[in-house]
């Protein structure tokens, strides 16, 4: 078998070369779609803060307050922006879409405020207004009445409870209005913020990296199609007349294929890292490992059950096409209905685009690396037993 390994060797070695070509325009290609859905993202994030219009009287001490300290005080200026307006106005930007809705505060709200009495507010959004401005009206409505309402009563249960104790109560009413105040323009810092990321607590930029790889090593191996499909099957016959186990030529066969998509692999990482667009450690490199003996064995299995080349080139495509697809190597995986994402979790390159994400984000799991060595030997063995049946029953 060790001269039919150094064959199998010498017949890389024609295809590497363009395959390593192949294989650099397809990243180049990959490359650039990540940098565009990267910097798209990263301007979407920029202008992702909602406008929101204030309406209420013209001059208005406390309103003209509470919108500088809105504006430059309050932490909710970093995801919505607060504009005074008209109520005219506020309905025409609505209606072109500058805004996302507006709020009309009537006159004299704070002079019946200071005496208990709240005035209604009113919300004007668009019809049918669903999604983040309509849970942003909800979480905002509720927030405002219980402050308002809390906040009341302490500072009139205060002063009511003062008065009836025969002290003066205006100093300290004073006093914890502007305690009040401090608690709610410092409430950012009662609570931390995770990001919980796209998918598996990872930012979009280590997904969309995960995923591409996954992409673009199942396209790797679509390139060695015209040295992996065999419609002649006599050297492994006459090889299997000769004693030699059908599994030793699969395990010969499978290894040359290995060896060949790691060379082209590990081209792409000498120049990602020269480019400097991609950083790798040890760590990353161990991940790679099981990703690249489980998607070779599935290739190399989808290989074997064909024995034409366009037949061979068409079933890699669709089939491994569809797996990125559905395990969100080409979209968000959180986008798909609950039951799709739950059957993501368990298919290789599922797996494989969350090992790679977690390594890319510097979290290192061995879970996932076992499970893809076992789907590795399970593709391997059915490989050798679909060539074992193909050199058995001989053609009359």
Same mark, same amino acid.
């Given at each position: ?248 030529? =699969? $395990?010969?066969?499978? !290894?040359?294929? /290995?060896?060949?998509? #790691?060379? &082209?692999?590990? @081209? ?108 590795? =030997? $399970?593709?391997?063995? !059915?490989?050798? /037993?679909?060539?074992? #049946?193909? &050199?058995?029953? @001989?053609?009359?």
């Amino acid at each position: 078998m060790g001269k039919y390994l150094y064959l199998q060797l010498k017949r890389l070695l024609r295809i590497i070369v363009p395959a390593l070509l192949v294989a650099a325009v397809l990243f180049g290609c990959l490359a650039l779609a990540y940098q565009a859905v990267v910097s798209l993202a990263d301007d979407d994030q920029a202008q992702a803060k909602i406008k929101f219009g204030v309406v209420g009287t013209a001059g208005d001490f406390y309103l003209e307050a509470g919108m500088l300290a809105l504006n430059t005080i309050d932490s909710s200026r970093f995801s919505i922006d607060f504009m005074q307006m008209d109520e005219a106005e506020a309905e025409a930007a609505m209606r072109r879409g500058e805004i996302a809705a507006f709020v009309v505060i009537p006159e004299g709200f704070m002079d019946e405020a200071m005496y208990g009495n709240i005035l209604p507010i009113k919300y004007v959004s668009t019809v049918g207004a669903v999604g983040l401005v309509s849970l942003l009206k909800d979480e905002i409505t509720k927030m405002v009445s219980d402050i308002v309402i809390d906040t009341q009563k302490g500072i009139f249960g205060t002063g009511q409870a003062m008065q009836e104790i025969g002290l003066s109560s205006g100093d300290a009413e004073y006093a914890l209005t502007f305690e009040y105040f401090d608690f709610i323009f410092s409430r950012s810092r009662m609570y931390a913020v995770k990001d919980l990321g796209l998918a598996e607590e990872v930012g979009l930029e280590e997904y969309l990296l995960g995923g591409f790889c996954v992409l673009l090593l199942m396209l790797i191996c679509l390139v060695f199609a015209p040295w992996m499909v065999r419609s002649d099957m006599s050297i492994a016959r006459m090889l299997s007349a000769r004693r030699r186990p059908v599994i030793l030529q =699969v $395990l010969c066969d499978f !290894a040359v294929y /290995l060896v060949g998509i #790691a060379c &082209v692999i590990a @081209v792409l990482m000498l120049v990602a890292v020269w480019t400097g667009w991609m950083k790798l450690t040890a760590g990353i490199l161990l991940q790679w490992i099981p990703i690249v003996i489980a998607m070779g064995a599935l290739s190399f299995l989808l290989y074997e059950l064909t024995t034409n080349l366009i037949s061979g080139v068409l079933l890699q495509f669709f089939a491994l096409l569809a797996l990125c697809f559905v395990t969100g190597c080409l979209y968000p995986v959180t986008f798909f209905p609950d039951s799709v994402q739950n059957l993501a979790a368990y298919l290789p390159t599922g797996i494989a685009r969350a090992q790679l994400a977690e390594s890319f984000a510097g979290v290192m799991h061995t879970d996932g690396s076992l499970l893809l060595l076992g789907y590795g =030997v $399970l593709f391997f063995a !059915a490989a050798g /037993l679909i060539r074992k #049946a193909k &050199v058995t029953f @001989v053609r009359g």
